[in-house]
């Protein structure tokens, strides 16, 4: 590992009580112009002041105590890798209150970070640009000099320079709009004062959009902003002006603004879910969510201003599948718990960023049960996250929920399954531990605590535990400080009429059974039920040692008792899974299809590869059978996932009946006789670019073109790798870094080829490396770095290709992605040995079942 590059913190001699900030953003030339005015306290007198600031140019800077003369800075010294700027003064600035002046210019960039510029064509096809933010974690910095430090809040005033025909958007609502002096052709648009905030959560938006808003039931306004849609022929688009002095086209008919009526809906009903929930009311008049044409991450909680791709939050009612919809639930949840837990109250640094993340990914989940109970949520919980996580988790080179975190580069490293999903399972842990009454208690001390203030992670356990009574800080340190999960081993044994449980438990490691000298131990909240009544626990224990004896009084022989656990190998899987062919839970299918997934992919490293598409056949077949192509009468959300599950494995494994349908169907959409559901799209695609040629690939791209949804461009985009022949692999490489993707859907495009084929996987890993400058320029020191890196090289099954991975980083640093680098080597060893441990028992498993009888 290179040295930690040593880290410190802004001094504290000076910090920002309100930020005036005004910016002037140039859509053409992409820079923008801009005046801090901040009332500054100085703490300790001093001659400088210490800021961050990101490829900014300062132009002039002072600074005047309170009642007396302003004084120029003499010199801005740039220290560019610590992304600091420090302002020197001819004299002594003395402890006080005073206002900082600084007029500084910046560039609108294109790496989707900080303030930057976002393309999109206008319905006449014109190419423009909108100028959007996205600060978190350390990028506000780009925007504007600041101290760019979770812990160090203050309040905003922000107005913005823009055209008059644009909509100008921030985290708070509009009070004034009035013509700008120098140029007839802006206005100057000023925004009201935000409450204590952090700098990672400021945000504005100028551009084209049109919204459709709705109030909440405790009266706050919400607005859902979506691209500016075609006004039909003959309609016009009226002009007007809102009592919020926003600039806004009404169309008849509407554009595209219909499209945000489903993330309207479950923003004005999780508003007040989650007023009730943790009874504190939203603190803003407003908020906006607002689909960003490139946007790096799935969307941003900026505080009333909540930015998304459109992916994550445009539903059309005829393009968009069930997944999509139950998607843009859960994201809308998450963000809007983070307006409470997060930007409320927010984490004292970035250690705790899981904590914000964990939490948000664990409460979407009750919100979208709470809307959507149709959607048996919290099953899907379970292969969503809960698993996700132990895969990590189960490696060495995985990582404690949490990391301290020193210099910024390393925070992007930690927005992975660890924090968001491990952190939103042992929260759900937590919660089931303490109970539901318990737990909105200790979340309404908390956020009335700190609300406006940062708190750490023990500060949440403290509040926890005054509500419950329960040692709730001793239980979490064993699970968010060290990383791996233990597994339980349970013997049962009968006594008279009790049963005698002996609990033991040991860490899960992917590589075997852990043989380190130091043996970790956690605290584990322990439900036991039997088959009296399997719903509920008959018995509740904390089990705070290695091993642990229960005595179940009154229960007979023939009752069971359930505890999980089990190492089993992979031929016993496989055989579990034939069991399964008469199972209807979507969830079950799900889980089973991830890990034929996963299996498969290791055994296209073997000559039997077709036995284990024969066994995907026979599993799914029956299940297919049942459900048919069409949704039947009176069928649910879970029924539509299942089928695009379902249909898109036989597809893929070459099912005989599947494929025929799906060249049929595909045929009939092309040709504009028959458009395909939603929900039948991404199954009929893969299925027929998995067996098909040139022609195919052509369409496939055409359809790609004329899509108007960016869902349906994605959906197209994750498909194409399913294609098999080396030629054709290329163009699709070839198309992934073209202008007809989007930069962050380029790694979506380029993981699809490498978990389409083993030649995929081999050209994918070869593209990688031959356009790394590109790829790195693009996305460095961003979390897509890491992914693309995951999706490139994770299905590589043998040492010498760990070797050349770990090779290839070594002369190509990408520090972000340092940690993932080691996960996948890990990952790479780990399938090589599982090949060499279960190959052979596995093919003859298949081959005799194939030769067997039916």
Not at 105 to 116: A, I, P, S, T
Not at 145 to 174: G, H, Q, Y
Request: glycine share 6%.
């Amino acid at each position: 590992m290179p040295e930690k590059r040593p880290f410190e913190r802004l001094p504290a001699d000076v910090s920002p009580l309100n930020y005036g900030l005004c910016l002037k953003p140039d859509l053409i030339d992409f820079t923008f112009e801009g005046k801090l005015e901040a009332a500054v306290q100085v703490k300790n007198a001093t001659n400088q002041i210490v800021m961050n600031c990101a490829d900014i140019d300062i132009i002039t800077a002072s600074y005047a105590p309170e009642g007396d003369e302003e004084v120029h800075a003499t010199g801005f010294n740039y220290q560019n890798e610590d992304e600091k700027v420090t302002l020197s003064f001819p004299s002594t600035l003395q402890k006080g209150t005073g206002t900082l002046k600084i007029d500084f210019v910046g560039e609108l960039n294109d790496k989707m970070k900080g303030f930057y510029r976002s393309k999109y064509s206008t319905p006449s096809g014109d190419t423009r640009y909108a100028a959007v933010t996205q600060f978190e974690a350390t990028d506000a910095r780009r925007a504007f000099p600041c101290w760019d430090e979770p812990a160090i809040k203050a309040t905003f005033d922000i107005s913005l320079v823009v055209p008059k025909d644009r909509v100008a958007l921030s985290n708070m609502n509009v009070v004034e709009r009035r013509p700008y002096p120098d140029d007839e052709s802006l206005v100057e648009v000023k925004f009201a004062r935000s409450p204590v905030m952090s700098t990672y959560l400021v945000a504005f938006v100028v551009g084209e959009y049109d919204f459709v808003e709705a109030r909440s039931q405790d009266g706050v306004l919400v607005r859902v902003y979506t691209p500016v849609g075609k006004a039909e022929q003959g309609k016009f688009a009226l002009e007007v002006i809102d009592m919020h002095g926003v600039l806004v086209r009404v169309y008849t008919p509407v554009g595209k603004a219909e499209q945000g009526e489903f993330a309207l809906e479950v923003a004005a009903k999780t508003l007040p879910f989650y007023k009730d929930y943790f009874n504190v009311p939203y603190p803003l008049p407003k908020i906006d969510l607002i689909a960003i044409a490139d946007f790096a991450a799935g969307a941003m909680e900026n505080w009333g201003l909540v930015t998304y791709r459109e992916t994550a939050l445009l539903i059309d009612p005829k393009n968009s599948c069930s997944s999509s919809r139950q998607w843009v639930a859960l994201v809308v949840g998450h963000e809007l718990a983070h307006q409470w837990f997060g930007n409320l109250v927010t984490m004292e640094w970035w250690t705790h960023l899981w904590l914000n993340e964990g939490f948000a990914s664990w409460i979407e989940y009750l919100c979208v049960d709470h809307c959507f109970p149709e959607y048996d949520i919290w099953t899907q919980f379970v292969s969503a996250d809960y698993t996700r996580a132990q895969e990590l988790d189960a490696l060495d080179n995985s990582h404690p929920i949490e990391v301290s975190v020193g210099h910024p580069s390393e925070v992007d490293e930690i927005f992975d399954a660890i924090s968001y999903s491990k952190g939103a399972s042992v929260i759900r842990m937590l919660h089931d531990y303490i109970g539901d009454e318990d737990f909105r208690k200790g979340m309404n001390l908390y956020l009335t605590k700190f609300q406006q203030r940062n708190a750490a992670t023990e500060d949440l356990w403290e509040s926890l535990e005054k509500a419950s009574g329960k040692p709730i800080a001793a239980v979490m340190n064993t699970w968010t400080k060290q990383m791996g999960f233990p597994l339980i081993y349970v013997e049962a044994e009968q006594q008279e009429d009790d049963k005698v449980l002996k609990l033991v438990q040991k860490k899960f490691c992917a590589s075997g059974p852990y043989t380190g000298e130091d043996f970790p131990m956690w605290m584990v909240p322990i439900s036991i039920c039997t088959s009296e009544d399997p719903t509920c626990a008959k018995m509740q224990i904390l089990m705070d040692k290695p091993e642990l004896t229960v005595v179940l009084k009154d229960t007979k022989p023939e009752h069971w008792v359930k505890a999980r656990a089990g190492i089993i190998s992979t031929v016993e899987v496989l055989k579990v899974m034939e069991a399964f062919v008469n199972e209807p839970n979507y969830t079950v299918w799900s889980d089973l299809s991830c890990n034929l997934g996963i299996l498969a992919t290791l055994l296209s490293h073997t000559d039997f590869y077709e036995d284990i598409q024969v066994f995907v056949r026979d599993v799914f077949s029956p299940i297919g059978e049942r459900l048919g192509w069409d949704p039947k009468p009176g069928e649910g959300h879970l029924d539509a996932l299942l089928r695009g599950l379902v249909l898109g494995k036989l597809g893929k494994a070459g099912h005989k009946a599947t494929l025929e349908e799906a060249r049929r169907r595909f045929k009939e959409h092309v040709e504009g006789k028959h458009i395909l559901s939603a929900d039948l799209r991404s199954p009929v695609y893969v299925t027929v670019l998995k067996h098909g040629d040139s022609s195919t690939l052509d369409t496939m791209l055409k359809l790609h073109k004329q899509a108007d949804m960016q869902e349906e461009k994605n959906r197209i985009e994750r498909v194409l790798g399913a294609i098999s022949q080396p030629e054709l692999i290329q163009k699709v490489l070839t198309f992934a870094l073209s202008e007809e993707v989007r930069p962050q859907d380029t790694v979506s495009v380029i993981g699809g080829v490498a978990g389409g084929s083993k030649q995929g996987r081999k050209a994918a890993w070869k593209f990688v490396r031959d356009n790394w400058e590109e790829l790195y320029n693009r996305y460095q020191g961003g979390f897509l770095i890491s992914r693309l890196i995951k999706l490139t090289v994770d299905g590589f099954a043998n040492d010498k290709m760990a070797a050349e991975v770990k090779a290839f980083f070594e002369s190509h640093p990408a520090p972000s992605a340092e940690r993932t680098v080691q996960q996948c080597c890990e990952n790479i060893l780990l399938n090589a040995a599982w090949l060499r441990r279960d190959a052979d028992s596995m093919q003859h498993f298949l081959q005799q079942r194939r030769a067997a009888p039916v």
